[in-house]
């Protein structure tokens, strides 16, 4: 028998959780009737269904199964699955095993990625006990969140107004919808920003240098 199996286009948009689906395609080349088809595919949540799963000599039989992704999966960018395909014939008399077939296939895993930065501005530091002046600290904090669906690693912060550049947020890995708070150095007030009357911080997704 040979197998012949087929997996999806490349997967836009691949998640966590997502599935994908696999059909498995066998044709009996021999000369006796084969029976009690099995297709192995380890990766995958169940056994696939065939339909039939006793194939005279030239009939063809299809199979169909579903693969859960997981974050490894998505992160890698593929996934490679092996399949075998196991049946039983009758040769005189007896019940043999038919030799088992195996296809390979890689399909590829497009994901996203994108992040949300905020900055939040805490208790000024009067350190005059004259109100705001320029000197005076203001402690910011920044927090990151992994919008996409694929992890991140070396989240890097880029701040002109903080003196910030290359600043490691998170050098550990940053997962899909999970968020991250940077410890930045307090900022210091400056003549300009007291004579303006406020402080503006990074904007959402501003200066922000990522991994994967």
Not at 143 to 160: C, E, F, I, K, Q
Request: charged content about 15%; glycine content about 8%.
């Amino acid at each position: 028998m040979t197998l012949d199996k087929a997996g999806p286009a490349p997967v836009e948009d691949a998640r966590a959780e997502q599935t994908i689906a696999y059909t498995f395609t066998v044709t009996n080349t021999g000369a006796t009737t084969i029976t009690d088809l099995t297709i192995d595919d380890p990766l995958l949540a169940s056994a696939p269904s065939c339909t039939p799963t006793t194939l005279l000599p030239g009939d063809v039989a299809s199979c169909t199964g579903t693969l859960t992704l997981t974050q490894a999966q998505v992160d890698a960018g593929s996934v490679t699955n092996l399949a075998t395909a196991r049946a039983s014939t009758t040769r005189a008399g007896e019940r043999v095993s038919v030799p088992p077939v195996t296809d390979t296939v890689t399909t590829t895993l497009r994901s996203t990625s994108g992040v949300s930065v905020t900055a939040e501005a805490g208790t000024l530091v009067d350190t005059g006990a004259a109100g705001a002046t320029a000197g005076d600290q203001m402690p910011v904090t920044i927090t990151v969140t992994n919008t996409g669906t694929v992890t991140l690693t070396n989240v890097r912060l880029d701040d002109p107004k903080l003196g910030l550049t290359g600043f490691v947020c998170t050098a550990g890995p940053l997962a899909p919808q999970a968020s991250a708070t940077c410890s930045v150095p307090a900022y210091v007030l400056t003549q300009t920003d007291v004579d303006a009357g406020e402080v503006s911080f990074a904007r959402e997704g501003d200066g922000l240098g990522t991994e994967r």
